[in-house]
């Protein structure tokens, strides 16, 4: 193995404890530096995890010891720091959606396309054993051929946990901005790109109230739709029906199915790592959960990073901006369908990233 991937991060908010639990684990990137706007932020990441200094948003893209820019920044600012990464000469991992609107992913696309670097995309979850396990009972022909999939995400919102949850509520988050990332990533990984979409949202409640931190009690403006629904035709000829919701209790739906002529899988949660597949046949009685056949075991947020920095040059990361800016502009164009009350054909393809064995 050659030098590890040298990693400095931009953005020291919420996530960026997930991906610090991780880094110990990995053996291809090494975290080297974080930036916030808040200097305070990253100084408290340099404090957390010895050998990490904490610099200027500015000097952490100057600096020459950063290979790639973890940019864990809100969905607005993902755009402009991947495209000053990029300008800056180095590869850029974005938490997702790749950018809040598929004009301003496109421009990241592009800044790569003439420059010596990659880009890759949240959400890794897609990699674990939970996506890769049900991906290879598909792929082994265990449900026949697949025929529709649907996805579900139901919850109140994250404003009773998020001390800062003013970013969902805004153009670029919504529960399809930032949830779908993880259904759709996992719905492309199953059955293949999206040809063409069809959506209806609505969108409840002036207001949110934040219900823990600093500002618990205070209520937040929401410019953004808080119920998405929709379809999604498959290149290759399957529909996923897809329910993305911040105006719900709770749901006992699986969080995915897919149906196929001879077998139902029951597909763990997208945002999770693992998680039990389950199959039912055709004829047969009971559910059966399947062994764990595929996917990077134990893994957890940062391991799109490892696979990027083992994914051979010239080659797309499985965690890449080719599947996160389809992933986007499927989840613009259903918001564009709810609007205008006609499909929207999706003009970005992606191929399946590879599957990934049980490693
Ligand atoms: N919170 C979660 O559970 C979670 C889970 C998965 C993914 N994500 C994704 O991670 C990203 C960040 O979410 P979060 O919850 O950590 O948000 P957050 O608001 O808690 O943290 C964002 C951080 O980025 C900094 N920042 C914002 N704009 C910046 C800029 N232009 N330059 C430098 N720093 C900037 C902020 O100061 C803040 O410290 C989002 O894209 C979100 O979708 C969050």
């Not at 610090?20 to 930036?35: E, I, Q």
């Not at 880009?119 to 396990?133: E, F, R």
């Not at 080659?315 to 918001?335: D, I, N």
């Amino acid at each position: 193995m050659g030098q590890p991937l040298n990693i400095g991060i931009i953005g020291c908010g919420t996530i960026v404890a997930a991906y610090l639990a991780t880094f110990p684990k990995l053996k291809s990137v090494r975290l080297v530096a974080a930036a916030d706007i808040d200097p305070l932020r990253a100084e408290a990441v340099a404090h957390k995890y010895p050998g990490v200094r904490a610099l200027s948003v500015a000097d952490l893209l100057a600096d020459n010891e950063v290979d790639l820019v973890l940019n864990l920044t809100i969905p607005v600012a993902h755009a402009e720091i991947a495209l000053q990464a990029i300008g800056a000469g180095k590869s850029v991992y974005n938490e997702k959606p790749l950018a809040a609107t598929t004009g301003e992913g496109r421009m990241v696309l592009d800044a790569v396309r003439s420059a010596d670097v990659r880009v890759g995309c949240a959400p890794d979850t897609v990699l674990g054993t939970g996506i890769q396990t049900a991906r290879k009972a598909i792929d082994d022909g265990l449900v026949g051929a697949p025929i529709s999939a649907t996805a579900t995400l139901a919850t109140p919102g994250p404003e009773p946990w998020h001390p800062n949850p003013d970013f969902y509520y805004v153009p670029g988050g919504g529960p399809l901005l930032d949830m779908g990332p993880y259904y759709i990533s996992a719905l492309v990984t199953l059955l293949g790109p999206v040809a063409s979409v069809i959506g209806a949202a609505s969108h409840t409640r002036a207001t949110r109230t934040i219900g823990s931190g600093p500002r618990q009690g205070q209520r937040i403006p929401v410019s953004t739709d808080t119920h998405v629904t929709g379809i999604l035709a498959h290149v290759s000829g399957q529909l996923s029906t897809i329910f993305m919701s911040f105006d719900a209790v709770a749901t006992e739906a699986a969080r995915i199915e897919v149906h196929g002529e001879t077998g139902s899988l029951v597909v763990p949660d997208p945002n999770r790592f693992d998680g039990d597949v389950r199959l039912r046949v055709l004829g047969g009685k009971e559910w059966q959960t399947l062994p764990v056949s595929a996917g990077y075991v134990e893994s957890s947020r940062g391991i799109g990073l490892e696979d990027l920095a083992n994914t051979a040059k010239g080659q797309e990361p499985r965690a890449g901006g080719q599947l996160a800016f389809h992933v986007l502009e499927v989840m613009e164009s259903l918001l564009v369908s709810a609007r205008t009350g006609t499909a929207v054909a999706i003009e970005s393809r992606c191929d399946r990233p590879p599957a990934v064995p049980l490693t």
